[in-house]
């Protein structure tokens, strides 16, 4: 089992920046990929972007080139870091971890609401 908590939501400008952290306990962090995704009002969740055991990464179209993920395994935790936020990057952010070996557990996070408004 893993246990995932994410914090850093909140109220930020367009233009702002925040940074979303996703603190796991549990199990070996290491072996899990690590994502975020988003869930707006109406809409279907989301990746926003993932990280793999080995630092690989890959970004939805949408948030390329402001948005940056990364991992401390010493710490447990994934980041992610929103530039130049927009506000429809409003949503419930979660944060997802992925086994890739068998048996390919998957667990989530609780959410954390961001906000990008005036």
């Known amino acids: 089992q893993v246990q995932l908590v994410e914090s850093g939501g909140g109220l930020v400008q367009p233009g702002g920046s925040l940074r979303l952290s996703c603190a796991a306990s549990?199990?070996?962090?290491?072996?899990?990929?690590m994502g975020w995704y988003r869930q707006a009002p109406g809409k279907q969740r989301g990746l926003v972007s993932f990280?793999?055991?080995?630092?690989?990464?890959r970004y939805a179209s949408s948030v390329k080139g402001r948005f940056t993920i990364s991992r401390d395994n010493a710490k447990n935790t994934v980041y992610l870091q929103m530039n130049s936020l927009k506000p429809e990057d409003t949503a419930v952010y979660y944060c997802?971890?992925?086994?890739?070996?068998?048996?390919?557990?998957?667990?989530w996070g609780q959410g954390t609401q961001v906000t990008v408004s005036s």
């Open positions: 997802n971890a992925r086994q890739p070996a068998f048996p390919h557990n998957d667990y």
């Open positions: 549990g199990s070996i962090f290491s072996i899990y990929n």
């Open positions: 990280i793999t055991t080995g630092g690989s990464t």
